[in-house]
């Protein structure tokens, strides 16, 4: 009968797959906060991740402090990142916040036809996606109110 023997390789892996990753390494990134004081933000849209064919935008909301209880939505839109007034933007939808009581929750946005229309042949790395934390009613204000958004993750779009 044959015993198996376990190499130097096998021993190191085990010890890798064992030890803790050292958070200096990690690629995590941070949630951002929207509020009445910061209720937009941008992010620059990842060339590589489209030229791959990575047109959906996946965001989650992590958690929502709203003791006032306002209904509140975060618009999403395309568009230059500069910001300046000639640049078009282009909705791409809202992370439908309502009831007032939702705290979590993951959406995602088909940017295909965004891209198409907005980016047009010029580089899509100076194009961004825009959040934007509003009331529904604008007789409400924020207030204390805060959304924390993960960063957007990329996909592809799923095979019909």
């Known amino acids: 009968m044959r015993q198996k023997r376990f190499g130097w390789g096998y021993f190191l892996l085990a010890v890798l797959a064992l030890s803790p990753v050292n958070s200096s390494h990690a690629q995590s990134t941070p949630d951002v906060r929207l509020d009445a004081n910061n209720p937009k933000v941008s992010f620059p849209l990842a060339r590589d991740k489209i030229k791959q064919g990575e047109n959906v935008i996946v965001l989650r909301v992590v958690r929502i402090e709203n003791p006032a209880q306002v209904d509140i939505t975060v618009t999403v839109s395309l568009g230059r990142c500069a910001g300046d007034a000639e640049g078009e933007q282009v909705p791409l939808g809202a992370l439908g916040l309502y009831p007032k009581g939702l705290s979590q929750g993951r959406f995602a946005f088909d940017l295909d036809s965004a891209l198409k229309k907005v980016v047009r042949g ?8 825009e959040l934007l934390l509003r009331p529904l009613r604008a007789s409400e204000k924020l207030q204390e109110t805060q959304v924390f958004i993960s960063a957007p993750e990329w996909q592809k779009p799923p095979r019909p």
């Open 122 to 129: 010029q580089d899509p790395g100076l194009f961004c996606l």
